[in-house]
């Protein structure tokens, strides 16, 4: 199944822009066991579990807005985003962050004094990446070409402070080793999915 997966998947990565760890939040007014949460972002979710030995259910939603809209309406314990997705309700107030999921601090005013879940005696990294791709069977000419354009943009400093604002570090990937990235995060996540077993539910 998995190479059947990889070899039909229709598009093929050009490039990645930016990296982030992933951010554990939860309301907050909530004070709750580490025991038996319901959260969701499923590899994450199994990698907290296994660290924390905890009976966490890992809940699938169609999105970071509603995992989001889950949490603040009381349906779930836990959510597991990037910074962009959280960050105005961190900014609100609404939402607090319990750990970075990165090996050190984020940049950016709202997020450089939450600390990272290794600062706080866990071994939990997990990192989401963001670029850009493309339909299968493109030209390499075109596919070094926007790899060019894609280069040029993140050296500017206008840019890169933009999306340090929102969480992210710059981190520049060219098509062949985006693309392997993401061949073998589709293997770790079938893995995952696998782990999960009846511990997954689909919202």
Not at 2 to 13: A, G, N, T
Not at 148 to 175: P, R
């Amino acid at each position: 199944m998995r190479k059947s997966f990889r070899l039909f998947w229709p598009v093929i990565y050009l490039a990645v822009f930016i990296a982030a760890g992933f951010m554990i939040i939860t309301l907050s007014d909530t004070s709750f066991s580490r025991q038996q949460m319901k959260a969701n972002a499923e590899d994450v979710v199994t990698l907290t579990a296994d660290v924390l030995d905890s009976d966490i259910k890992s809940i699938a939603f169609d999105g970071g807005s509603a995992a989001i809209a889950a949490l603040l309406g009381n349906n779930i314990d836990v959510t597991v985003q990037t910074p962009a997705d959280c960050k105005q309700y961190l900014e609100s107030g609404d939402l607090k962050c319990l750990a970075v999921l990165s090996s050190e601090r984020l940049k950016g005013e709202i997020f450089k004094d939450i600390p990272t879940a290794i600062e706080q005696g866990y071994d939990l990294v997990s990192e989401c990446y963001q670029g850009c791709g493309a339909a299968k069977g493109q030209d390499p000419e075109v596919i070094a070409y926007y790899e060019k354009c894609f280069q040029e943009a993140l050296a500017d400093s206008e840019v890169q402070a933009a999306i340090e604002n929102m969480g992210f570090e710059v981190l520049y990937e060219d098509h062949a080793t985006y693309q392997a990235r993401w061949e073998s995060t589709a293997e770790s996540f079938a893995t995952i999915l696998e782990t999960l077993g009846d511990r997954l539910i689909i919202a």
